[in-house]
T-cell receptor, first 118, second 115 residues
Framework: GAVVSQHPSRVICKSGTSVKIECRSL??????MFWYRQFPKQSLMLMAT?????????EQGVEKDKFLINHASLTLSTLTVTSAHPEDSSFYIC??????????????FGAGTRLSVL | AQKITQTQPGMFVQEKEAVTLDCTYD???????LFWYKQPSSGEMIFLIY????DQQNATEGRYSLNFQKARKSANLVISASQLGDSAMYFC????????????WGAGTKLIIKP
């Protein structure tokens, strides 16, 4: 299957700092990438849809100035959590849509980033 | 209303037995796709199997098969000959044609395989 790399896997930072998370599709081009947040023992919550070369589309209730998304190339999207606070502590996971997968448009996921804000 | 329903929050199964994880869905879109993902304790989401609404046959991938019953709007995952490494959370998801490739997720089922 297609491989999506997500870094870092874990971040511990002080309140008020910004954190950047990278999501790369390694062996396919991803015109669309997705950013999710997952709380313990819950399902995935979509934060935003990122299309290469255009602005991300944010879900209702997600602050776009807080969670900056950049999708500058067909293989890379980044999520920056600006001025992080303890309530931003969570598991963040990205996915990339493989448009070449026989039109199934399967989303392949990174390994996730566990963010802890002190 | 829930679009994806997974009614089993948790399941215990003896190793080597077959497992069926339930998933029902609700959509009025004639074209949709159904997915199953596995999430081990490490957190990564692993794609297991896909079923398209127009696919005539049930999808199979190794030990995984999808029991697709369109009239009942169910898409149960069947794992044959379960292994200890199958212990994980399992999520059912749906993509509707109108959704810009977004997935709608079920709440998940925690599967524990007993030795």
């Amino acid at each position: 299957g297609a491989v999506v790399s997500q870094h870092p896997s874990r971040v511990i930072c002080k309140s008020g700092t910004s954190v950047k998370i990278e999501c790369r599709s390694l062996d396919f081009q991803a015109t669309t990438m997705f950013w999710y947040r997952q709380f313990p023992k819950q399902s995935l919550m979509l934060m935003a849809t990122s299309n290469e070369g255009s602005k991300a589309t944010y879900e209702q209730g997600v602050e776009k100035d807080k969670f900056l998304i950049n999708h500058a190339s067909l293989t890379l999207s980044t999520l920056t959590v600006t001025s992080a606070h303890p309530e931003d502590s969570s598991f963040y996971i990205c996915s990339a849509r493989d448009r070449g997968s026989l039109a199934k448009n399967i989303q392949y996921f990174g390994a996730g980033t566990r963010l802890s804000v002190l | 209303a829930q679009k994806i329903t997974q009614t089993q929050p948790g399941m215990f199964v003896q190793e080597k037995e077959a497992v069926t994880l339930d998933c029902t869905y609700d959509t009025s879109d004639p074209s949709y796709g159904l997915f199953w993902y596995k999430q081990p304790s490490s957190g990564e989401m692993i794609f297991l199997i896909y079923q398209g609404s127009y696919d005539q046959q049930n999808a199979t991938e190794g030990r995984y098969s999808l029991n697709f019953q369109k009239a009942r709007k169910s898409a149960n995952l069947v794992i044959s000959a379960s292994q200890l490494g199958d212990s994980a959370m399992y999520f059912c998801a749906m993509r509707e044609e109108k959704s810009n490739y977004q997935l709608i997720w079920g709440a998940g089922t925690k599967l524990i395989i007993k030795p």
